[in-house]
């Protein structure tokens, strides 16, 4: 994908805050596009159930002379989202297909686009056999179904935090045949990743430029729960 928009603040903290979007177009100039006041919001589902996922989001309200079409798409993985702070990625996801909003004023429209963090395309996704076929480990698993929802490895880290050390993704599998039904459906990466991850007891979340398989206890610890 090529950068087609970018923009870059201070927050109130005097942090360096830049906007990147990317698509599949040539384009070879990327353009430099205003940000409303306190233009970026990143937040996390917040409830204290215990679930596979804790997914994230982010609101990025640009203020624009005219509509940017571009940033529209009826794909989940369309285009692409950057939010770095100080240099270093802070978030990474996607464009909501079809999910904007904009108010308008005499000179420039204020536009909000609304953006999902990666884990939440394994809804989106299938299991395909030939893609998993060899793996078994849950590590083999883990790592083909991001490949999926990230091929760019623009998150490059897969740490697990929890009580029974960082091998137990490797000692552990599961066979592949599973991921298909009785009349031969292939399960969402969603569903796979779910069984996996409440078989192990862990939580999955997407922070910075890393993967988090996290333990409950650990999501408390770190006040992420």
């Not at 793996?135 to 790592?143: G, L």
Request: net charge negative; with cysteine; proline share 3%.
């Amino acid at each position: 994908m090529n950068l087609i928009y970018y923009g870059t603040f201070k927050d109130i903290n005097e942090n360096t805050i830049r906007v990147e979007f990317y698509d599949d177009s040539t384009t070879s100039s990327p353009k430099e596009v205003i940000l409303s006041s306190n233009p970026v919001r990143v937040y996390y589902e917040q409830d204290n159930i215990v679930s596979s996922f804790k997914k994230s989001g982010a609101s990025i309200t640009l203020l624009v002379p005219n509509i940017l079409s571009n940033l529209y798409s009826s794909e989940y993985n369309g285009v692409k989202v950057k939010i770095y702070k100080n240099g270093e990625m802070f978030w990474f996801g996607y464009v909501t297909p079809n999910i904007y909003t904009q108010n308008y004023n005499d000179e420039y429209d204020e536009l909000t686009i609304e953006c999902n963090d990666t884990i939440t395309l394994l809804s989106d996704k299938k299991v395909d056999y030939e893609d998993i076929a060899n793996a078994f480990s849950f590590r083999e698993i883990i790592y083909k179904i991001l490949d999926e929802i990230d091929p760019d490895k623009e998150i490059n880290n897969v740490i697990v935090h929890d009580l029974l050390g960082n091998d137990i993704i490797s000692k552990y599998g599961v066979i592949v045949r599973n991921f298909y039904d009785e009349i031969e459906e292939p399960a969402t990466l969603e569903e796979i990743m779910d069984g996996i991850l409440k078989y192990l007891n862990l939580t999955m979340l997407q922070w910075g430029n890393s993967y988090y398989l996290m333990s409950f206890p650990d999501l408390a610890k770190y006040n992420v729960a």
